[in-house]
């Protein structure tokens, strides 16, 4: 449950001429409504601390343990009704074998006896109603807490996608191409902590579609297309995880000469290399060191980029694919959790050792 993030407020980005969308500063909303005045109401917020989100999330752990306790209470309370009702059974056939035999001094008592009993199975009865009743709505109460919660350390994908468009401009403008950004899902809202840390990643895949992937201005009028080439950079909502994709239309990805760069620089033997599917080779862009760049430039050459996109994204308990179409493009998928507060989990318990399995690692 601990967190590293900052409580500073994050800057607007500067504005340009693409018409970047606004950019929500990452603050806590206050429950309480503000006054109105003659242009209506008016948000108010309030900054919070990091240490105060983590004593709230550490008590709202403790209410939900709370609630799976009084889960197992309910429980009990079923099984004494129906213990109850076991023990009625007996005292009724036990009755009624007296009444046959002609009744005696011991009948009378034992029909009291009677009706206590199922006066107490009727409380019983009512009892754990009532606690199924309050742990339902501690249940509740619980969730809602805890997506507050949650949205306290949630900030628009904003802040992580429109400072791109001063990327964009340098980084075309050094290498003398044209390139037309395109930005979605800004208003999607993310951990705090993963916005942070996308910020790197997510430059070195915008400098590296630029770089290797659109083509000059000649080239790419030569091959039929626009002289701009088009890069999107969007944010996706994929359940509780999102997906984080950056687009161009560029030539796309040559396995072949990824294949024979991998050789050249020792990351493999030219027999492995030609025993690699399109899509493997494809992957080889990842390792540590590669590039295909034969020179060092200001952009690349230098083999360090993506290999720190795969590392970032693994170390947020996520993934990086890539998928390409010679001629048309290269597309690069970050596959990533919508929060790092919290995540559900599978009990599993194997003699007497019990393992928390994360859900999102479970298949079936």
Do not use: C, W, Y
């Not at 409504?33 to 601390?49: C, H, Q």
């Not at 009706?115 to 199924?132: F, S, Y």
């Not at 239309?249 to 399109?278: F, H, I, N, Y």
């Not at 559900?344 to 050792?353: I, N």
Request: aromatic share 2%.
């Amino acid at each position: 449950l601990r967190v590293a993030e900052d409580a500073a407020a994050v800057p607007e980005p500067e504005p340009v001429k693409l018409a970047p969308a606004p950019v929500a500063k990452p603050v806590a909303r206050a429950s309480t409504p503000a006054p109105e005045g003659r242009a209506g109401t008016v948000d108010r917020a309030v900054r919070v601390s990091v240490k105060t989100l983590d004593s709230l999330a550490l008590q709202v752990e403790h209410l939900v343990s709370g609630r799976a306790q009084q889960g197992r209470r309910t429980e009990g309370f079923r099984s004494l009704t129906d213990q109850a009702h076991e023990v009625l059974l007996h005292l009724e056939r036990a009755a009624s074998q007296l009444a046959m035999s002609g009744g005696g001094s011991a009948l009378e008592p034992l029909r009291t006896g009677l009706g206590l009993m199922r006066t107490m199975q009727k409380r019983l009865l009512e009892q754990a109603k009532e606690a199924h009743r309050d742990g339902e709505q501690q249940a509740l109460v619980g969730q809602v807490i805890r997506d507050d919660l949650r949205d306290l350390r949630m900030v628009p994908a904003s802040q992580v996608l429109e400072p791109l468009r001063r990327t964009v401009r340098e980084t075309a403008s050094r290498l003398g191409k044209e390139v037309a950004l395109e930005l979605g899902g800004t208003d999607v809202r993310l951990d705090r902590r993963i916005v942070d840390a996308l910020k790197d990643p997510l430059v070195h895949l915008v400098r590296n579609a630029i770089d290797h992937g659109l083509e000059m201005p000649a080239a790419r009028k030569a091959a039929g297309k626009s002289e701009t080439g088009r890069l999107v950079v969007r944010v996706e909502a994929r359940g509780t995880r999102i997906g984080v994709i950056v687009e161009d239309d560029g030539g796309g990805l040559d396995p072949a000469r990824v294949r024979a760069t991998a050789v050249r620089r020792g990351l493999m033997t030219q027999e492995a290399a030609d025993k690699l599917s399109d899509t493997q080779a494809a992957r080889l862009i990842f390792q540590p060191g590669f590039s295909t760049r034969d020179e060092v430039t200001s952009t690349s050459g230098r083999g360090v980029g993506l290999d720190v996109v795969l590392a970032t994204a693994q170390r947020l308990q996520g993934s990086v694919d890539v998928e390409f179409t010679p001629g048309k493009g290269t597309r690069f998928i970050v596959d990533l959790p919508l929060t790092l507060a919290a995540a559900l989990g599978l009990l599993l318990r194997a003699g007497t050792t019990v393992t928390a399995i994360p859900s999102d690692a479970v298949k079936r």
